[in-house]
T-cell receptor
Framework: GENVEQHPSTLSVQEGDSAVIKCTYSDSASNYFPWYKQELGKRPQLIIDIRSNVGEKKDQRIAVTLNKTAKHFSLHITETQPEDSAVYFCAANSGGSNYKLTFGKGTLLTVNP | DVKVTQSSRYLVKRTGEKVFLECVQDMDHENMFWYRQDPGLGLRLIYFSYDVKMKEKGDIPEGYSVSREKKERFSLILESASTNQTSMYLC??????????FGPGTRLTVL
């Protein structure tokens, strides 16, 4: 089955700096890679996703890049703000399935004012 | 806005009890999921359903069963609760393709 590794497990940055979270996956058939943000005590929320037919996708201050050859994808947050502090999860679908996602273990991002 | 609701935010049960966790979505999504979330382990898929009365095992189905009699409702059943099933349970739904939308979660404690 799919295995998703996420690094780092914790990340602390100063407000205004950039943050990068990296994930690797094992299933070469994976073609869908969403990212979720979970604030303390709240549900995970989808913030951005990318499919295997593109290498990069941007939405305001967040971007995701995908390298299918190396089987890794990354989340980039620029101009970080205290409200970006949360746990971020990456995920990849298994065997090209539309249903089954395997999640990384999460990264706790802390943005210090 | 997608709305996924779960019947309880907090639940305390005793070992051996049968436990029902209910989930309802109002966006006519085909797919529904049950995950459990534990510190340091991320989100792990228990079961999912891609249609009424259809279900498939996820990564950790042991000790759980599910029921989907109506498109909008997906139930998770713990036949005989055990202490190692103490966890946060998250229901989610999605369209044919795309990431799932999560409910608020049920924190279950088994004593």
């Amino acid at each position: 089955g799919e295995n998703v590794e996420q690094h780092p497990s914790t990340l602390s940055v100063q407000e205004g700096d950039s943050a990068v979270i990296k994930c690797t996956y094992s299933d070469s058939a994976s073609n869908y890679f969403p990212w979720y943000k979970q604030e303390l005590g709240k549900r995970p929320q989808l913030i951005i996703d990318i499919r295997s037919n593109v290498g990069e996708k941007k939405d305001q201050r967040i971007a995701v890049t995908l390298n299918k050859t190396a089987k890794h994808f990354s989340l980039h947050i620029t101009e970080t703000q205290p409200e970006d502090s949360a746990v971020y999860f990456c995920a990849a679908n298994s065997g090209g399935s539309n249903y089954k996602l395997t999640f990384g273990k999460g990264t706790l991002l802390t943005v210090n004012p | 806005d997608v709305k996924v609701t779960q019947s309880s935010r907090y639940l305390v049960k005793r070992t051996g009890e049968k436990v029902f966790l209910e989930c309802v979505q109002d966006m006519d999504h085909e797919n529904m999921f049950w995950y459990r979330q534990d510190p340091g382990l991320g989100l792990r898929l228990i079961y999912f359903s891609y249609d009424v009365k259809m279900k498939e095992k996820g990564d950790i189905p042991e000790g759980y069963s599910v029921s989907r009699e109506k498109k909008e409702r997906f139930s998770l059943i713990l036949e005989s609760a055990s202490t190692n099933q103490t966890s946060m349970y998250l229901c989610a739904s999605s369209q044919t393709s795309g990431g799932p939308f999560f409910g608020p979660g049920t924190r279950l404690t088994v004593l």
